[in-house]
């Protein structure tokens, strides 16, 4: 192969010995030709190609790019509307009056509500007029009118979905951000003011960075009046000045329902830009790319392969060094988009999980809800039904015969088991009574154990697996024995053919993720108590409905579908959490996470002495009996005077105290906590004491003791349905000291 050397003197040789002396060979006059022509073609092919790949880009990028600005949008938008639907849901019956009265715990509770969601620096409770009721982030709320604020007119005119106002520096906070709010509704379908919640639009900045850190792409969050949300790169200013009529493009106007709506602006085409439209909340988010920026890094390329092929010796080594480097470069970038997407897409699927597992927290909260109430109206009913029978069998005494006293046996055992039933829907709604206590959990378990072992039969394998050195947890022992007999139970039905339960002991560690949905109890050490099965298993649709009250999947008559719920409420009004994990065909696993006690188990006391026999009689003592219900009033009212003394019965409290205030004297109070008026039987025991001080009260409720105040008014509550003996005797307790003369 020849050299660089070899080749002049070949050229000569082929000349001839006849050449003119100087003339360029033709050899090389082509080859100088070709030297010239061929970079100057592979210039203009380049330079050709480079224009248009750079473009295709340039126009693939800003697509690209502002797909995943509209779904991270989209997610922002739909998350601040649940949250504006949980601040709605959280006021929704009451009026402005009652939403003043419990203003201080509604605006701690928007606090803690604002804490936990990054996107929004405050919330806000707006009157009709438009003036500020409550904000999350002070209290006392300061007086602030947004009627003449841009977004306040079009929700007062009855603007659907979502409204957007214009981004604003704020005064308490020196942040800017943009209102996002939805009218409030009252009953009758008026406008009644409004919930609002103050945006970040540093937040939408945020992420827009991290989708482009090159800072080559301008992103923008409109509305499609043209006003600008949220800008980046932006140095705020732009944000305050309203849209120019007649300026706003058509496709922010009319954004495109579906994909992207891409177009060049200014008078040369300098910009391109992709519009998307964000659901159906009145947003447009734009990516924007300099066409200059395109044209100088076209002009940049074009120089260097000038420069290379000026050089034809070092012009394949440059052009190859210059694509492997090109190429690294693009795999960094490439890889550092690909990067930010997955994290997108695992925040966007940590936020679907989370608003999924606060939907079915927020169901079993109504559900709950919804039980405590049916379970008032229950215990009422069976108050006055085991009172009825009371008084039959004192009536009837020993003149009843054997098919009376059976049936009336069968009405008390029918009470019985209703109360039973009530006792499992007011667990599941956390309003069981529960007497707490520093357990040593381990020791419970062992204790437990043959009993377990007797419900789960002779097929059915227990095996304990206990941690020592575990730390005392915090239960009502009865309710947590009761919890794990239900559990075992449920294991037994689940393995027809035998198997083995696992029953383990442990200290966890939970964090706020795994506690997504329970706002009852708080991360840290909880000490966990596991029963696994190598059973059938559930099914996702059957686990997610589990705790259900009256859901299961047993043959008719093999189950109520309490089991659970009870568990569920009972570890919930702990302040724990209960989770199951189970996989058709591989067995289930339920485990309940007691929080950890700070004081050692307590050691049992001596037994208490039995309680006297007998009730005494007491014939001047005088009862006011104030109850709303009339067949639970009657009764009462009955089983009293049948005993001896003087009662005057009330159908509230505001009649009871026109009682009081005309002069009737009485010996004892009792009343019903739960009643129409606007006064509560707790409220009207104080008012006594307030006017009658030293007189007894003795109040009655079939919520468990969970109405609000119950925790802190002092005074004794008989749980319904009641025993009337058990009633007659502590209203006679009660009664005695201020009554001279016991029969």
């Known amino acids: ?289 300099s066409l200059d920026q395109v044209a100088a890094e076209w002009w940049h390329n074009t120089a260097v392969t000038a420069v290379t092929c000026a050089f034809v010796a070092l012009a394949l080594s440059l052009t190859t060094l210059l694509a492997i480097r090109r190429w690294r470069s693009e795999q960094r970038v490439q890889l550092r988009l690909s990067q930010t997407a997955d994290e997108l897409r695992a925040e966007i699927a940590r936020r679907e999980a989370a608003e999924a597992g606060l939907m079915q927290a927020q169901r079993l909260e109504a559900l709950g809800r919804l039980t405590g109430g049916i379970a008032h109206d229950f215990n009422n009913l069976l108050t006055a039904i085991l009172g009825t029978v009371h008084l039959l069998e004192r009536h009837i005494g020993s003149a009843a015969d054997e098919r009376v006293k059976k049936l009336l046996g069968a009405a008390r055992d029918a009470v019985q088991r209703g109360a039973k039933l009530n006792a499992s829907l007011l667990a599941f709604a956390r309003r069981q009574r529960l007497h707490t206590e520093s357990l040593d959990a381990n020791e419970l378990v062992r204790g437990f154990t043959p009993l377990i072992q007797r419900a789960l039969g002779e097929t059915v394998t227990l095996a304990p697996v206990l941690e020592t050195d575990l730390p005392a947890c915090r239960a009502d022992a009865a309710q947590l024995e009761a919890a794990l007999l239900n559990l075992a139970i449920n294991a037994r039905d689940a393995m027809p053919r035998g198997g083995t339960v696992t029953l383990t002991t442990r200290l966890a560690r939970l964090d706020q993720a795994l506690l997504v949905g329970n706002p009852d109890a708080q991360p840290g050490e909880y000490v966990a108590i596991s029963l696994r099965d190598t059973g059938t298993g559930m099914a996702p649709e059957v686990r997610e409905r589990a705790f259900e009250p009256f859901f299961t999947t047993k043959p008719q008559g093999k189950g109520t579908g309490l089991g659970l719920s009870q568990v569920f409420g009972f570890v919930r009004q702990l302040g724990g959490h209960v989770a199951i994990d189970s996989t058709p065909g591989e067995g289930a696993v339920v485990t309940l996470y007691l929080p950890v006690a700070e004081e050692p188990p307590a050691r049992p006391g001596p037994p208490l002495p039995p309680p006297p026999e007998g009730v005494p009689t007491l014939a001047r003592a005088s009862i006011l009996v104030v109850e709303d219900d009339e067949r639970v009033r009657d009764v009462a009212a009955e089983t009293l005077r049948d005993a001896g003394f003087r009662v005057i019965a009330a159908q509230d409290a505001l009649e009871a105290m026109a009682l009081l205030r005309r002069g009737e004297q009485f010996d004892v109070l009792f009343s019903d906590i739960v009643m129409p008026g606007g006064m509560t039987g707790i409220e009207l025991a104080q008012q006594v ?55």
């Not at 406008?191 to 989708?211: C, H, I, K, S």
Request: hydrophobic share 45%; charged share 20%; with cysteine.
């Open 689 to 743: 004491t307030r006017l009658r001080p030293g007189m007894p009260v003795l109040l009655a409720t079939g919520f468990a003791g969970t109405v609000e105040g119950s925790a802190s008014h002092n005074f004794e509550v008989l749980q319904k349905p009641y025993d009337q003996a058990a009633l007659v005797r502590r209203i006679a307790e009660l009664a005695k000291p201020r009554n001279f003369s016991v029969a």
């Open 1 to 289: 192969m020849p050299t660089e050397q070899d080749v002049p003197g070949q050229a000569a040789r082929q000349a001839g010995p006849g050449a003119a002396p100087g003339r360029v060979p033709f050899s090389l006059r082509i080859l100088l030709v070709c030297s010239i022509l061929v970079p100057l073609l592979v210039l203009i092919g380049a330079a050709s190609y480079d224009r248009q790949q750079l473009h295709e880009e340039a126009l693939a990028d800003v697509d690209r790019q502002s797909a995943i600005a509209r779904e991270h949008a989209l997610k922002v938008v739909e998350t601040s509307a649940l949250v504006l639907d949980r601040i709605e849901d959280r006021v929704r019956g009451m009026d402005w009056a009652q939403i003043d009265a419990e203003g201080e715990a509604i605006q701690r509770w928007m606090l803690s509500l604002d804490e936990s969601v990054a996107q929004m620096i405050s919330l806000h409770l707006v009157r009709p007029d438009g003036r500020l009721a409550l904000l999350s982030i002070a209290w006392p709320t300061p007086q602030f009118d947004t009627s003449q604020r841009d977004y306040f007119p079009a929700m007062r005119n009855g603007a659907q979905g979502l409204v957007f106002g214009r981004p604003r520096l704020s005064r308490l906070t020196g942040i800017v951000g943009f209102v996002a709010g939805r009218p409030r509704t009252a009953p009758d379908g008026k406008f009644d003011g409004a919930v609002m919640g103050n945006m970040l639009p540093a937040y939408f900045r945020a992420q827009w960075q991290a989708l482009d850190p090159t800072g080559r792409t301008n992103f923008a969050l409109l509305r499609t009046d043209g006003q600008i949300l949220a800008a980046y790169p932006s140095s705020g200013d732009e944000l305050f000045e309203a849209p120019v009529p007649g300026e706003v493009p058509a496709m922010v106007r009319n954004p495109p329902e579906t994909g992207a709506a891409i177009a060049r602006f200014g008078s040369r085409g300098e910009w391109l830009t992709a519009f998307r439209k964000v659901g159906e909340h009145g947003l447009v988010v734009s990516a924007t790319r």
